[in-house]
Structure formats: C-alpha cells, structure tokens
C-alpha cells in the first residue's frame, strides 16, 4: 500500500490490550515510525470478544467508526490478534504483530518476533533482538553513573537472592568511581526488595520501580553508561543496548537450555554483552560496536517495503 500524498500522515491504529510491556512495543514502533514519517497515531483497546465475532460478521469495526481508515494495523500480545483481524476485514491496511502470534503467521502481513522464539525467517516476518522498545540512542550518557537493574522469578531461571546479591555488590564496590542505582522490577522477590533496601553501600542507592513515574527508566538509561541486568530481563538488556550503553550481564543457573538464554548469545558472542564470570577476570565493560536499534530497523523496512512506493 502506498502513500501516494506525501503531505498526509500515514494512520496506524495500535492495539491495545493494557499491558505496559506490550504497549512498550507497539509504541516503540510507532515512534520509531514518526521519526521517518508523518504519522496519525489512534490506539483502540482491545474489546470484547462478542464485538470482535460481530465485526468479524458484519464486516463493521465500531471502535474505529469515527477514525480516518488504517494504512498499519499493529499490536502486541494475543489478545489483540482477533480485533486487528477483524478491524482489517472492515477497514482495510495492513496488520503488523509484534510477537509470535498464535494464529497463523500468514494470516498477519507482517510478523515481528524475537529471535529467541526459534521461528524461521521467511516471507512476512523480521526476526529481531528482543522485544521492540521506545529507547532510543543517548547523547549524554555519563561515565560517572550506572545502573543495576534486578528482574526476578521467571520460567527460564532458577532465581538466587544470595548470589545475585554478591555480584551486584562486587560491581558496584569494584567501581568506586561511579555512582549507581539499583533497581527493581515487578517480578522481584520481596526478600530480594528487602535486602536491596538494606544495603549499605557508599556509592549506590535503592530506587523501587512504584516510587517512580512510568518514564523512569527511559530517562535512567538515557544517562547511564554502565549498565547491568539480571538475564531474566531480556527486554531490559535490549532497551540498555539501544541507549548506547555497555551492558554487563549478572548470572544466574538456567532451567534447562532456557530460549531465551540462546537469544542471549550471539550477543554475547560479539561482545555486545559481557557476563558478570568474564568481566570478573579483566573488568572490561565497553558499549556495542553497534548499539541496537530494531524498532528503526522495523521502521524502515515497512517505510522502503509499503509507504514509498
């Protein structure tokens, strides 16, 4: 589909199903969309499953009724597969899903996964690092400022208050010379919460993820240039990449031969990454070749692919 006037804004209807780490990808693309293009953005939260058969039916999107029609559907996590299907069949565009769908790959134009997903390249589907974010690359990181991000229990590791407490704390008492912050997630344990809050050491504080407004972190990477990651948080090693910073990795024994730990190696093969057992040997930490950037790359494939011609 093309763009024919160069004047009008190309209209992306996002989907919506309310959930911050879905919605962080959805936007990261239509951000990264913007910086290239004139662009309508309307977000639809998912509705209910009657009205998604009725519009399926009558070939009828009543939540877009009062909208300019769609040039991109898009959206991430299951629930908004149907609607943008649905809302496709009745108003036409192109729907662009930002996961591994669980319907079919072909019923969707374009499908957005991580590589980690083991899904084979193909016609209609760009395999990228991780999730799609909203960082982008910082012009002020600070060499004087790191930050410790903690995640928590996940299926792919088995989680350890003690030893992710003894890497951070060697990290932070080897480098005396920056000032960190450490951090917590929503799937921190409240034994991990409490000991992070009990520490006591000279050149780091505690910050909890809900005494914080929701641009915290955006902000916080946007001025860190040392940043480590517990590897059950994969979305946040990639947002870290993307800010241009360098990226330790704090490690924790998997379960099994965990996905998204094999996503996590060809980053640490070139180095992007580094693991906590080999920074401990030579205390090298340096910033990505070339920081990560797949919302832009996504971005320019559709522009080259649909909006250009």
């Known amino acids: 589909m093309s763009n024919s006037d160069p004047a009008s804004p190309v209209v992306v209807w996002r989907f919506s199903d309310g959930r911050q780490g879905h919605d962080n990808q959805s936007l990261g693309l239509a951000d990264a969309l913007a910086r290239r293009v ?3 953005l309307h977000t639809l939260e998912v509705p209910s499953a009657a009205a998604v058969v009725r519009a399926l039916l009558t070939r009828r999107y009543a939540p877009g009724a009062a909208l300019p029609r769609p040039t991109l559907l898009m959206g991430a996590g299951h629930a908004t597969h149907w609607p943008m299907l649905a809302a496709r069949r009745a108003c036409g565009g192109r729907v662009i899903v930002l996961m591994k769908p669980s319907l079919p790959r072909q019923w969707f134009d374009l499908c957005v996964i991580p590589q980690h997903d083991a899904v ?5 589907v760009i395999l990228t690092q991780g999730a799609l974010n909203r960082v982008v690359r910082s012009a002020t990181l600070d060499a004087g400022r790191g930050l410790i991000l903690i995640g928590g229990e996940s299926a792919h590791y088995r989680w350890n208050d003690a030893e992710v407490l003894r890497q951070l704390t060697d990290v932070v008492c080897r480098c005396p010379e920056v000032g960190w912050q450490i951090a917590d997630s929503r799937r ?17 504080e505690f910050t909890h993820f809900e005494d914080v407004a929701g641009d915290w972190l955006r902000e916080a990477l946007s001025r860190s240039a040392t940043v480590w990651v517990t590897p059950d948080s994969v979305s946040m090693l990639c947002e870290a990449l993307t800010a241009g910073a360098a990226v330790g990795l704090l490690e924790l024994p998997g379960r099994g031969q965990p996905r998204i730990a094999r996503g996590l190696l060809p980053l640490i093969e070139r180095g992007d990454i580094r693991r906590y057992s080999q920074w401990r040997i030579d205390r090298r930490l340096q910033p990505a070749r070339t920081p990560l950037d797949e919302a832009s790359r996504c971005a320019t494939w559709i522009l080259e692919h649909w909006l250009s011609r």
């Open 38 to 40: 004139a662009l309508q």
């Open 120 to 124: 084979p390249p193909g016609d209609g």
């Open 188 to 204: 921190t344990p409240a034994t991990m919460r409490d000991a992070l809050r009990a520490l006591r050491l000279r050149n780091a």
